[in-house]
Structure formats: C-alpha cells, structure tokens
C-alpha cells in the first residue's frame, strides 16, 4: 500500500506570510496531485505534477515535486484569508487496475489570519 | 453542467437502518468513485467503478454495496447503518480513473445514532 504523508496536519498563520506544506512518501508516484477543499465542500483539484523535478505555478501558489518523484510541497507567498482551506495531496496506486485508485494524504488544514 | 451532484445533503440515521446515497454526474465519465472523510483520517476510498457494470472495492468497503446501471449514476447503499459510519461522504468522478482530475460532488452528511 502507498502511503502519503502530509505535514504539518494543521498550520495557523498571518497574512502576508509565507508557507509551505509538505507530502512525502516512501514510494514512486506516477504523479501527484494537489487539491484545496473548503468548508462544506467537496475538494477542487489545484495542480498536478508529472515529471520528478518539476515546478508549477498557479498565482501564488508554488507546487514542485520530488526528483524521485516520491515527494512533493506547496509554498505559498503572502498569503491571503482565500488560501484558508484543507489541503490534500493525491497520488494513483502502482499499476494496472490500481492505477484507478487514488490515494490522498490525510491534509494540512490551513487557517490564514487577517 | 451540473457536474457532480449529490443527494441528500445531510441524513440522521438509526443502527440498523438503509439507505442510499445518491450520485449522478453529466460529465460522461467512466470513472466513478465513492469516498468517506472522517476528521484526522483524510479521504479513503469505499468503491469504485470503471463503467456501467463495473464495480471494484476499494479500502473501507465493509457495510456499503454499489452498483452502476448507467454510466450516469453510483448510488451507494447502506445495509445496516452503524456508528463507525458517521462520516462525510463524497461520490467523485473522472475521465482516467486515478491519473486524471477528480471532479467531487459536494458531500452528504451523515449521522447514524
């Protein structure tokens, strides 16, 4: 079984701060995906990364993964009170029929206060 | 598009009651999946399917059955509701199973007392 780790589980910041969160993993991922699910709602899938090393930008937000590809962060810079959300990492299990199953890290829940 | 809708928002329920948790997506995708969230536990996968009369199990399937009749709808049914049930549950839905984009509904809140 894949596992994902994410860290921290919950993080409180000001803002116009800086952030970063983490997923990592003892195992190769074909790919990672990263989600933001807000209260009430399902999650919304922000980015995914292919390629070990690769760096995504969307706005803000910061996503690289892993040169092994076992691993990947999110920064975000100066953050706004919209970042405040669960954010949850994803990945596809190994092979064949189990590439149709998505594993997801339990999440950092992000509070960003103004 | 409606994408993927979800039906009841909420439910109570008593041990040992049924019921089902209804799905429908107008996305025609072929993958269809069912998720529970519970606090501190992110999201684990119940059942899936990779078309209409298709289904597999995934992690946590003990107490939940599904079918999938229609490339539209996988509704999720509950024999004998349990405590341990409680839990937020999400249907999702996607064009290549795990290596594309899930498109969640917006969750179906359960209580069973």
């Known amino acids: 079984t894949q596992l994902l780790e994410q860290s921290p589980q919950f993080l409180s910041i000001q803002e116009g701060e800086n952030l970063t969160v983490y997923c990592n993993s003892s195992?190769?991922?074909?790919?990672l995906q990263w989600y933001r699910q807000e209260p009430g709602e399902g999650p919304v899938l922000l980015v995914t990364v292919v390629t070990g090393g690769e760096v995504k930008k969307l706005k803000r937000l910061t996503f690289q993964f892993g040169d092994a590809r076992k691993d990947s962060s999110l920064h975000i810079t100066a953050a706004q009170t919209g970042d405040t959300g669960l954010y949850l990492c994803?990945?596809?299990?190994?092979?064949?029929?189990?590439?149709?199953?998505?594993?997801f890290g339990k999440g950092t829940k992000l509070s960003v206060i103004p | 598009n409606a994408g993927v809708t979800q039906t009841p928002k909420f439910q109570v329920l008593k041990t040992g009651q049924s019921m089902t948790l209804q799905c429908a997506q107008d996305?025609?995708?072929?993958?269809m999946s069912w998720y529970r969230q519970d606090p501190g536990m992110g999201l684990r996968l119940i059942h899936y399917s990779v078309g209409a009369g298709i289904t597999d199990q995934g992690e946590v399937p003990n107490g939940y059955n599904v079918s999938r009749s229609t490339t539209e709808d996988f509704p999720l049914r509950l024999l004998s509701a349990a405590p341990s049930q409680t839990s937020v549950y999400f249907c999702?839905?996607?064009?290549?199973?795990?290596?594309?984009?899930?498109?969640f509904g917006p969750g179906t809140r359960l209580t069973v007392t």
């Open positions: 996305m025609n995708h072929e993958y």
């Open positions: 195992s190769v991922f074909s790919s």
């Open positions: 999702a839905s996607s064009y290549a199973g795990g290596r594309s984009e899930q498109y």
């Open positions: 994803a990945g596809p299990s190994d092979s064949g029929a189990g590439s149709y199953q998505l594993t």
